[in-house]
Structure formats: structure tokens, C-alpha cells
């Protein structure tokens, strides 16, 4: 089994530049892509793109003093891994092709599975055809109403990691500032321009005649399918966004309404502010959905400053609660999509899944519980529209390893592994960790966390190894877990419960 190589605690200090100067310096190949791929967790694109010559090895790794982190990530190091650890490894070439990528939306064909999600990155005309061509195959495009919106400054703030990336995202960013007519322009100019590319418009109304006249004008002017709007937290009204999402019968009304409005394929996006989602999807289906999305964000209040006592983002001192997304949402997300993959009165329906997408594994693990199309928002306002090359080269490569001729195959496949309760867990064996020495470094952080959030089953000795006293151990794994090394793995043996051993 190929066991991961590369991370991006390995190139953490990489900013991920635009018009990289690494790759301005390199003549013999595009580190800037290639440190993109590991950062996305597609190192075996990034090693099969590197050529076989090696050119790093004798290289003097002007990349490294272009950085504009001049010394401090180690491009020539992650290169040479790349080669002597990761190419080594490779099952098999990389798809000369995308067929395997194609797939539909409600009957209507796609590129990929990849769309932007309903929100700023698909909001004007300029911004969806650069994603169109970079290699999206389609946008939800942001929400469409009758009423006019007034936006906030500032709108976003950030739960950041060590590095600065952003790990959770807070919005209080409403619709779409411009006019009906002005959108249907460009739903016109987009398809005369794009006539493959996917067009759905997300829309938002304000009683059953908007839902059904905006429905209907978008059919006119050209979009494939229609996103109802039930689930937008920063709503400044009531009855609007979250407020009906969390109501099945006025999901189930307002579906209807626009039902009446347009003979093209509907999907309600619905709001994850709900303990299960499962009533309003169904109510969806009553009303005539073809399909759900989900999630929007999840309500939140995030960075309350100690001095002036606002959360962020603070607006002339004062704050709202606003929609959490990015990474840290992801798991959040997943359990909804598993909820509806697994409900049998949804079945047929399509499951456009939306929450925390950053690199294929991401989308995978959304498709392997039921959607049959992904939305990313939060990673390309951090990163760029770029993201689509490592979406699509790292699950296309994943495909074929799997031997899959298309996403469709690989849907589904994780739900009947998943149960909303714990009963069905088997409790009577314990995976112990099993000790990595030559990535040990000594630093005690297993004996820490072992101690004084686990079971004291752990303790170093005198060369600084971690030994383990399987009489105590329960094989919790929280040692695999903040190991910094990676140096603590799952063992492969089992032992009852019941019998006591020592184990190092």
C-alpha cells in the first residue's frame, strides 16, 4: 500500500505565490506547481510530473534564493523526495485523459464533478469564464433576488493555523449586489461563450411569485438548473435564507413555486443550522426538487477582541452572527451528506455536497458518501481558481488506480460503514500503537498526552523511546494522533481486550 511520503509541514513555510519566483528561476521544471500538489495532498501527481533526470540533484537551487521566503522552504529537498521516495512508488502513469472525470447533473452532462460554489467567486461575468478556463466544469452562481443589497466592510473574518492559512472562515456577505437583469445578461453572454460549461443559478425570493418569476427568467436566459436559496444565515429579514430552510413546509411551498416557474432541473440548497436535514430534503422532493445541496455555512461567532469586546468582523463596533466554513466544517458537512446518501426516500435524487473542499481526498470522501457533484467556495478564496488542476488530475489518478471508469462508481461506497449511533462498534479487541523508531526524535509528546489525557500506558526511556505498557493501553490512538513526527502508526495486530502484555 503507498504510504504517504510528503506533507505540508514539510513546505509549511510556503506561501503558495502567484507568478512564483521559484519557477521564474528554474529552467528545467515548475516547482511552484509541484510544492501546490504535495501542499494539496497530491504528491504522486507532483512525482510523476518531475522528470526522471532529476534535475534537482546537481542543481544549486536558485528556486530556494528567488523564494520570496528566501532560505526557508526547502525546495530542493521536497524535489528530490519527490524522485528518490514518492516516483518510486507510483502504481501506475497518470490518465493521458479526463474521461473518467465526466460524469451528470440531474441528466445534464459535466466536465467534472467540480463546480464553485454560489457565492463572490462566481459573481460577475469575468470571474466565471476564468474559471471556466481554468478547468471548472460549472458554477453555481451567486444568489439572484428582487431586493437590494447593501453589503458590509469589513465582511470576513479568519480562524487561522500556525502558518496563516486560513482553517475556518466567517462571512456576513449577503446576495447578489446586482439587478436581476444585469445577471441575466450574463447568463447570456456565459453560455453563448461557454455552451458546455454548467450554469446553475442559485436564487432567493421573497414569496412564492419571486421564487417562481426568477425561476422561470432563469430558464429564459440560458442557466441549466436552479439553487434554491433556503439556507443563507446573514439574511437581514425575516423569512429569508436559514428562516425557511429550517421550516419543512415553506421548503416544500417555495420548491413548488418555482416548480411552476421553469421545466429545468432544481435543486434546494438547504441550511445545516438543523439537528438532521433529512425533513427538509424530503419535503424538496415533495415540492419537485431534482436534487439537494448542501451544506451552506453553519451560523457562528468567531475572534471576540478583549480590548473592545466585538467579535469579528467588527463593523463601527459592532458584530453579527455569520456563516462558518472552510476545513473545519468539513467534518460537520460529511455527516449531513452521509444522512441524506443513506435515506432511501431521497434515493434518485442528486447530492450536490459542498463544505470544506480543498484537494481531491476532500471531494472523494463527499462522493464516496453519496454526492454526485462537489462545490468549493472558502478554498478558492484562499488559493485561486488554480485549485482545479490538483482536484482533477489527484482524483482522476485515483480513479483509474481504483480501477473505476467513472465518478459514478465510486459513489455511495463509504455509507454502509457509517452508523449515527455506536452501538454497532465491536469493543472487545485493542489496536495497539506500533513505534516507528527512526522517525522517533524523543520528544515525550506521546508520554504527555498519554498521561494527562489518556491512560498512562506510555513512558519514555532512557534513550528517549517511547514503551508502551499494553496492560494499560486501551488503543485510544490519541499518541498517533499528536505524534509531530508521524512516528506512531495503527499496529496491525489485535489483541483481546482480556489478555495483558507487555508491548514495546
Not at 479568519?158 to 445578461?185: C, P
Not at 454548467?198 to 426568477?214: P, R
Not at 516507528?436 to 526511556?461: F, K
Request: glycine share 8%; charged share 20%; with cysteine.
Amino acid at each position: 500500500m503507498f504510504e504517504r511520503k510528503l506533507y505540508r509541514s514539510d513546505m509549511i513555510q510556503c506561501v503558495l505565490c502567484h507568478d512564483a519566483p521559484c519557477s521564474a528561476a528554474c529552467p528545467e521544471t515548475d516547482p511552484a506547481a509541484l510544492l501546490r500538489s504535495v501542499w494539496f495532498n497530491n504528491e504522486k501527481i507532483a512525482a510523476a510530473r518531475y522528470p526522471d533526470s532529476n534535475p534537482c540533484l546537481a542543481c544549486s537551487a536558485p528556486c530556494e534564493k528567488a523564494c520570496v521566503r528566501s532560505g526557508q522552504v526547502p525546495v530542493r529537498e521536497v524535489m528530490l523526495r519527490l524522485h528518490d521516495e514518492v516516483k518510486p512508488e507510483l502504481e501506475i502513469a497518470p490518465p493521458e485523459d479526463e474521461n473518467r472525470l465526466r460524469t451528470e447533473l440531474c441528466g445534464i452532462p459535466l466536465e467534472n464533478p467540480f463546480l464553485l460554489s454560489s457565492s463572490v467567486v462566481g459573481s460577475t461575468y469575468d470571474m466565471c469564464a476564468r474559471a471556466f478556463e481554468a478547468g471548472w466544469a460549472g458554477v453555481a452562481f451567486k444568489t439572484i433576488c428582487s431586493f437590494e443589497i447593501h453589503e458590509a466592510s469589513p465582511r470576513f473574518s479568519a480562524i487561522t493555523g500556525d502558518n496563516g492559512n486560513i482553517i475556518g472562515f466567517k462571512n456576513i456577505e449577503q446576495l447578489s449586489d446586482h439587478s436581476v437583469a444585469e445577471n441575466m445578461s450574463i447568463f447570456r453572454e456565459l453560455k453563448k461563450n461557454y455552451p458546455t460549461k454548467f450554469i446553475l443559478a442559485s436564487i432567493m425570493g421573497q414569496n412564492e411569485q419571486e421564487w417562481e418569476e426568477l425561476a422561470r427568467l432563469c430558464e429564459e436566459n440560458g442557466a441549466d438548473a436552479v439553487e434554491l436559496n433556503f439556507s443563507c444565515p446573514n439574511m437581514a429579514d425575516d423569512g429569508l435564507g436559514s428562516d425557511i430552510g429550517q421550516v419543512p413546509e415553506l421548503v416544500e411551498q417555495f420548491t413548488a413555486a418555482a416548480r411552476r416557474g421553469t421545466t429545468i432541473p432544481i435543486l434546494a440548497k438547504l441550511t445545516p443550522n438543523v439537528d438532521v436535514m433529512s425533513p427538509a430534503a424530503e419535503a424538496a422532493l415533495r415540492g419537485g426538487a431534482d436534487g439537494i445541496a448542501a451544506i451552506n455555512t453553519i451560523k457562528s461567532i468567531i475572534g471576540v477582541n478583549p480590548h473592545t469586546y466585538v467579535s469579528a468582523p467588527a463593523v463601527h463596533g459592532m458584530s453579527a452572527v455569520g456563516g462558518y466554513s472552510g476545513t473545519a466544517v468539513r467534518p460537520i458537512a460529511l455527516r449531513f451528506i452521509a444522512e441524506l446518501g443513506a435515506n432511501p426516500k431521497l434515493a434518485g435524487l442528486h447530492i450536490s455536497a459542498m463544505g470544506g473542499i480543498e484537494g481531491w481526498q476532500d471531494a472523494l470522501e463527499f462522493i464516496l458518501l453519496g454526492a454526485g457533484s462537489v462545490q468549493v467556495t472558502t478554498a478558492v478564496m484562499q488559493y485561486g481558481y488554480r485549485i482545479i488542476d490538483d482536484l482533477k488530475s489527484g482524483l482522476n489518478l485515483y480513479l483509474a488506480e481504483k480501477g473505476f471508469n467513472s465518478v459514478k462508481e465510486a459513489r455511495g461506497l463509504a455509507l454502509d460503514s457509517v452508523s449515527h449511533t455506536t452501538d454497532v462498534l465491536e469493543r472487545d479487541t485493542v489496536v495497539f500503537p506500533l513505534f516507528h523508531r527512526d522517525r522517533c526524535i524523543g520528544c515525550g509528546r506521546c508520554e504527555i498526552s498519554c498521561a494527562d489525557g489518556g491512560h498512562q500506558a506510555i513512558h519514555l526511556n532512557s534513550e528517549r523511546r517511547p514503551v508502551l505498557d499494553g496492560s494499560k493501553c486501551v488503543g485510544c490512538h490519541l499518541c498517533v494522533l499528536v505524534c509531530p513526527q508521524r512516528a506512531i502508526t495503527p499496529g496491525r495486530k489485535r489483541i483481546d481486550r482480556r489478555k495483558k502484555t507487555e508491548h514495546e
